[in-house]
C-alpha cells in the first residue's frame, strides 16, 4: 500500500500544479505575501510638535502595532496591547498623559493590534494630555482622509454639504476632492440632504452658526470631542485642560471633525466622520474652506484649526 502511494504522489502534484495555473495571481496588499504601504505618523500634545512621519511598507494583513514598530522603538504595556512609550517619550498616567491613535483621522474601538491596515491608510500616534478630553472622535490633520480610504478597507459616500451663502466654497470643495483621488463626491444643499448620505456618509458641512446641520453639531462640544464652538458670533477656542483659551470674532474661520453623529452607530462607532468648516463670518468661513483646498499641508496632523486667510492656529 505504500509503495503505491508513493507512485500516486507525483500525479497529484501534477493535479495541484495543474489547478494553481489556472489560478490569477492575487493583487499585491490583498494576500499571499502581498505589500501595501501605510503613513505611520508621531506626535505629540495634540499633533504640534511632529516626532516623525515616514512612509512604511507592510506585509499583507499587517497591523497597527507592527507598522508603529517598523517605524519607531516601541515599549508596551498589558500584554503588548498598549503603547507605553515612543522613541523613548513615555506616557505618564499621574500627569493623565497617554499615547492616543488615529486610523485615517478617525479614533476606533480596535487596539492597535487588532487593526489590520490597507494600503495608503494613514496611522498617527499622539502623545497628548486627557484629562479634559480622553475620547475625541477624529481629527482633520490627515486629510483628505478618511474621505479617500475611509477605515478597514470601506470607503464611505464623500459628500459636501452646504447652506445656501456657500455654493461656490462648497463645489469648489468638492472638487479638490475629486482633484485628490475620491470618488463619488456629492454635492448638497443642507435642506436637500438624503438621510441615507447624512447618516452613512463622510461628510464636509459648510455654513455659519446659524445653518441647521452645523447647530446640531455645536450644541455637543464636549461629546463630539471639540476644542471650541461658536457663541454669539465668536468662536470661543478651549485649551487642552478645557479652559476657555481665546475668542475669535470677525474673519476667522474653524475646521474640526468628529465622527457622524448622524450614523446609527453613533460616535464611537468608527464608521464616518464629519469636518465641520465654519467660522464667526461669512469670510471667516471662506478662509476655513480655501485652508482645506488650497492649504491642507498647513492642517497636517492638527486635530481641529482656526484660520484667517492664510493664517492657521492649531487647537488646543
Not at 515599549?75 to 499615547?99: C, I, M, P
Request: aromatic share 8%.
Amino acid at each position: 500500500m505504500a509503495s503505491k502511494a508513493r507512485r500516486g504522489l507525483p500525479l497529484i502534484l501534477l493535479l495541484l500544479a495543474a489547478i494553481l495555473a489556472g489560478c490569477p495571481a492575487p493583487p499585491a496588499g490583498t494576500g499571499n505575501g502581498g505589500q501595501s504601504k501605510v503613513t505611520v505618523v508621531v506626535t505629540r500634545d495634540f499633533g504640534k510638535e511632529l516626532i516623525l512621519a515616514e512612509e512604511v511598507a507592510i506585509g499583507d494583513g499587517a497591523d497597527a502595532m507592527t507598522a508603529l514598530q517598523s517605524a519607531a522603538e516601541v515599549e508596551t504595556k498589558y500584554g503588548g496591547g498598549f503603547v507605553k512609550a515612543v522613541n523613548g517619550l513615555s506616557s505618564q498616567e499621574a500627569k493623565r498623559l497617554d499615547w492616543f491613535y488615529y486610523i485615517n483621522g478617525i479614533s476606533l474601538n480596535l487596539g492597535a493590534k487588532d487593526y489590520r491596515l490597507r494600503d495608503g491608510d494613514v496611522e498617527h500616534w499622539d502623545l497628548r494630555d486627557w484629562s479634559y478630553l480622553q475620547f475625541v472622535p477624529a481629527v482633520i490633520g490627515a486629510f483628505p482622509q478618511p474621505f479617500l480610504s475611509g477605515v478597514r478597507g470601506e470607503p464611505k459616500t464623500a459628500a459636501v454639504v452646504y447652506d445656501g451663502p456657500f455654493a461656490e466654497e462648497a463645489a469648489a470643495l468638492a472638487a479638490s476632492l475629486e482633484g485628490r483621488g475620491v470618488a463619488g463626491v456629492t454635492l448638497n444643499g443642507a435642506e436637500a440632504l438624503p438621510d441615507g448620505v447624512k447618516e452613512q456618509g463622510n461628510l464636509i458641512i459648510v455654513g455659519g452658526a446659524e445653518s441647521r446641520l452645523i447647530l446640531e453639531l455645536n450644541e455637543l462640544p464636549k461629546k463630539l470631542g471639540f476644542f471650541a464652538y461658536m457663541e454669539e458670533g465668536k468662536i470661543i477656542a478651549l485649551d487642552k485642560k478645557g479652559e476657555p483659551a481665546g475668542e475669535y470674532g470677525a474673519g476667522w474661520g474653524l475646521i474640526q471633525a468628529t465622527q457622524n453623529p448622524w450614523n446609527p452607530k453613533g460616535v464611537g462607532g468608527g464608521e464616518s466622520a464629519v469636518f465641520m468648516v465654519t467660522g464667526s463670518d461669512a469670510e471667516g468661513i471662506e478662509s476655513a474652506a480655501q485652508a482645506l483646498i488650497n492649504n491642507s499641508d498647513g492642517l497636517r496632523h492638527a486635530y481641529a484649526a482656526l484660520v484667517n486667510n492664510s493664517q492657521i492656529i492649531k487647537i488646543p
